[in-house]
């Protein structure tokens, strides 16, 4: 599967992402993101893609790089979008026209297409130019992709955006045993809150 476009919106009603993508063969597949799922969206892929910085630079460096290329993709996204398409909607939907809860999330990095596990990410390992990420949807289903590290980064700039917009607060690494990736969620007070 070829992605063509992401989308994504942050509906207020809901306080949820609604997240879209399509393929070039017209297949549309919609999700809803919480707040949850989005900020282990964020947190995860930029530790793994700094993850696979590590394999040929110092943990600093490696970091310094990543942040370099984060900034160098909001810089070409402005150029970009001024005279970007608008989203092509698809003419199949395989999970459905209504967009489904996406329960939970997991990642992996990969080496010849295949899922990296955890005792190998410490070796040195020529990782694939991807990310594999599996969404974690209702009645066990999964749906799995394999993200080039630009479109993971352009997706992760997309969902940090809307994050800002609702005011959903940022979300920290914290790691145990170097194998166990969880995320802290930091509060910034809600907009138009009357506590505030």
């Given at each position: 599967?070829?992605?063509?476009?992401?989308n994504a919106t942050y509906l207020v009603n809901e306080d949820r992402i609604f997240f879209r993508f399509n393929t070039q063969d017209q297949v549309e597949y919609r999700l809803w993101l919480t707040r949850r799922v989005t900020l282990f969206i964020l947190v995860a892929s930029t530790h793994l893609l700094t993850k696979?910085?590590?394999q040929v630079h110092s943990p600093d460096t490696a970091k310094a790089v990543n942040e370099f290329?984060?900034?160098?993709?909001?810089?070409?996204?402005?150029?970009?979008?001024?005279?970007?398409?608008?989203?092509?909607?698809?003419?199949?939907?395989?999970l459905g026209f209504d967009p489904l809860l996406v329960m939970d999330v997991s990642y992996s990095l990969t080496k010849n297409g295949e899922k990296v596990t955890d005792q190998d990410s410490s070796k040195a390992v020529d990782f694939d130019d991807a990310l594999s990420i599996d969404f974690l949807l209702p009645g066990g289903g999964n749906l799995n992709l394999n993200l080039p590290n630009n479109l993971m980064r352009a997706m992760c700039l997309l969902l940090d955006q809307l994050r800002i917009q609702a005011g959903w607060g940022e979300a920290v690494l914290s790691i145990k045993k170097?194998?166990?990736?969880?995320?802290?969620?930091?509060?910034?007070?809600?907009?138009n809150s009357p506590l505030h």
């Open positions: 599967m070829t992605i063509k476009q992401l696979k910085l590590e290329e984060k900034a160098a993709l909001i810089e070409a996204s402005k150029t970009a979008n001024a005279g970007s398409t608008d989203y092509e909607s698809g003419v199949q939907f395989p170097d194998v166990e990736i969880q995320s802290v969620v930091e509060e910034e007070p809600k907009k």
